[in-house]
């Protein structure tokens, strides 16, 4: 490479065509030649030139941005060690001491690059390679240039950062101590500048210059964020580390302080934004570093500072929660957020419990400390603080229902619950009833005995929320069953308000939430009646809502019965369809196809009452969901149809709606395919297996399934059992002389996709196709058998060749003549390769588990031994396929431990036992397969009989005297 390819400004030129927006041409060839030099030596020099602080007034930001933000990226692929097209040591080591001039870099943009760029390096080479790089940094924070002590802190919290990801142990270890020697230098600056900003903070009339105050305050949030991941992430064993103490101790007294001021300024005539936004920000810092030390420190840090933490988080979860929107503190409410969190994550530390083996001093410390904090009386206590705070309604809900009662709809948090104060208040609740059960259970049982002592609305709706939130903890201590007749009375005493419907929907939840617990079947006779009479009353959406998901839950439980829920189930069916037509928001409809989609499948006779509305209804919502582009709903009516099909069948009509929307599904050439074709085709084979013959919108849609089995993936097994219905109801017209030739295709793309999970089943359709097709179309089949002949040595694999001999195996108990042939295909040597397949039968003779398969395999040597055309061949090996014969018919014959004349394949009965059309079709398929008609025993002793009358008694002289024993015995007189 030239020189002249490295020239400064030809690589500038690069980078800015890079950059082109206007011109896409440009900006990828600049691309590609950047990339093509960024494995030449010297061009991670020539971009350092360019963004170098040195460069900072002549060279534009943006054009520093960019060649910073290259080499940021180009070092993640290529500055590793194990790279061998990244720079050589000597350019690194250059690079690395030209990048320590970023200390004095005065853009705060770049500064942010630089931070970022050099954590990464930082991850890759400190300590080990770049020792010097912390040393510099420590260095850089008693500097006088108050620029320089800025950047340090910076870099220094970005470069911790990354260092902490790294996963080794060793590394771990090694940095642990550079950590430890560092933490005083850091911490150093954060208590010189925190306690400089509360000072001017305290008397914010006598500070003159404010960006001095706001220099502080960002010095000690860089220096906060630095320390809480040293001391987070890096350090170990830091009760053995005094400096440590005197961080986290300092810790709740700060934030404390901070808060009043922040308060303090927001009440000012003009408060400074400025200045407001980091105190935020250093609040918010101060309280993840007592979260992130407890959660990687528990023990040590309950023993440093778990009673100072406590005591500044607790009262703000004491304090009442605004009741509006307007009377919020932003400030106030991040730190509920985070005390919230904290005093879950100590209710739940398991290693703070009195009934734990203390595993050293300070673990007993720990426990002792924890024991004294959390006492009998403060746990009580905090249980009736998150009841009367966060356990009632959510102000956003009265809010929501205020407004309009109708179509307000509740939020659900989801793993949002984090930012929002009640959701954080119930998952504290959670947990201490999960962890202080034998504390926590009896007093909220007393609490739930004495509803009527309730002097709020609030008060109600907490304490049902108790009784939802715990549930599963409360088993032993709340007969739930008791009080469904006084939570029914409290649903219906409320009158129509806010906080009313807000206590209906809990009582709601608490039923919903018991069902799978200890809901007794009187109970749930409350709850159908509760439920019907929400359904068919004027209680608003937010409320029938609530109504619905406790009807699912009540459905989908496995204790339910069907006797108790039969007297309601048309009112509940007309209910839910009536709030489906009603309702307009999507995610409302989508719960409600859910629950319909449920009662369809588990109240199977109840739903053919409704079927002929919901048939007619269906089209409608069809339309409604496609205009309004709503995907999630149209695949849940295609769930609903396919649960109509499997309880009702096809009456009614339904046949004439499924087929278009199969054939809309399932063709890939259509948009709606792409979120509708798994929905679909579990739809298909449903309708495959009700309908009763082969119609000719059946016969149509069959031209969609053979695209099908090239996307491979997981819909490619209910593709096959679509496949198999077709064969079943439609084999007459598909194994054809003029047709079969599509099965076969069919066939060889699917031996190329079908994954080994799924090979079962295909050998199991191929058996079926065997055992229908004419005996002049087997040797049609030819050409896949003679494939997966020649893929058994390629494959290797035990599964691929017993499928292969067993599907041999029934075109030889079809034909032999058949069977010869397509062996004559294999090299031209029938009776070679029908030793060779012998040879396979007794090595994979162990491999082979499927009872029908070994029946198969079985009478297919009988019937070889029969054949003049092959039984030489066979005799040759009389002791090993006579060994296997037995083992199969003892297996075969014996039942409940005893050998019986009976073969437990044979079937009994006649084909209008079976009520479905499928199992029906497949009922037939058996009664002419003598897997399922002939009893094995019977038939080889009919064989060996044959084989004597043809052969004599000289092949079975040359057997084992214990097999022909064996065989002896099996006889039948």
Known sequence: MSDVEFDTNYVVQLLEESCNVRDANARQEATKTLEALEVKPGFFSVLETIFSPTNADTVAEDLRISAIIYFKNASVRLWRRSSPRGPNDEEKGVLRERLLLSLQEPSNKMALQFGVLLGILARQDVPSQWPQFLEELVAGMSNENPLIRRRSIFYTYKAVKKIITRRLASQYRRFAEVATEMYPYVLQPFQDNVVSAVDKLNDLAAVEDMDVLEQDLQLALDSLKALRQLTANALMDIEQLEFVQTFLSLLPELAQRLFECGEMLQSSDEPPQIIIMLIFKLIKQSCKALIDVQAKHPLPFCAMVLQDATNFFLPFVQKSQPSSEEEKSDLSEIITLKALYFLRNIVRERLYKDDLEPSSDLHRQAQEVASSVFNVDAILQLVDIVAQNFLGMNPEEIEGIEDDPSTYVATDYGDGWIFNTHASGEKLFFELVSNYKNLVCPYVNDLASSFDQCETLNQFNARINMLKLGAYSLYDYVDINVLASTLVGIFTSQQASPEGFGIQRRVLQVLAAWVPIRLSQESRVILYELLCSVFNGSSPMYVRMAAVNALTDAVNDVEMELEQIQPFSESLFEGVCSLLATSTDSDQRLAIMDTITNMVNKLEDEAHKFKSALVQYIPQLWEEA???????????????????????????????????????????????????????????????????????????????????????????????????????????????????????????KLLDVV????????????????????????VALAPILVSMLSMIVEKNESYFSVATITLLCRVAIRSVDAFMTILSSVNGNPLEALDDLVDLILEQSDNITVKTWRKIIALAILVLLEAESTRDVLLTRMNGLMSLEVGIVTNLHTIAGELKDEDSLVLSGEPDQVDDNEAHRLFLVCMGDPVFTVGMREQFSASISAIRANCGDEPFHAMDEAIAQQVSDLLIA
């Not at 919108?697 to 099908?708: E, G, N, R, T, V």
């Not at 089995?709 to 490619?716: I, K, P, Q, R, T």
């Not at 994954?755 to 005996?775: S, W, Y």
């Open 626 to 748: 496609s205009e309004q582009g709503n995907n999630l709903l149209t695949a849940r009516i295609v769930d609903l149809m396919n649960a109509l099909v499997t309880a009702t069948g096809l009456s009614e009509g339904l046949e004439s709606i499924i087929v278009p929307v199969v054939r809309l599904g399932a063709d890939q050439s259509n948009e709606a395919s792409v979120y509708l074709l798994d929905n679909t085709l579990d739809l298909w084979f449903s309708y495959m297996e009700k309908a009763s013959e082969c119609t000719e919108d059946i016969q149509d849609l069959f031209s969609l399934l053979l695209p099908l089995f090239d996307l491979g993936d997981e819909s490619l097994l209910v593709c096959m059992r679509i496949f198999n219905s077709y064969l079943l109801i439609a084999h007459s017209e598909l194994l054809s002389s003029q047709s079969i030739s599509i099965v076969v295709s069919a066939f060889e």
């Open 755 to 778: 994954p080994r999970r799924a090979f079962q089943t295909l050998t199991k359709m191929m058996d079926t196709t065997l055992l229908l097709c004419p005996e002049e179309c087997l």
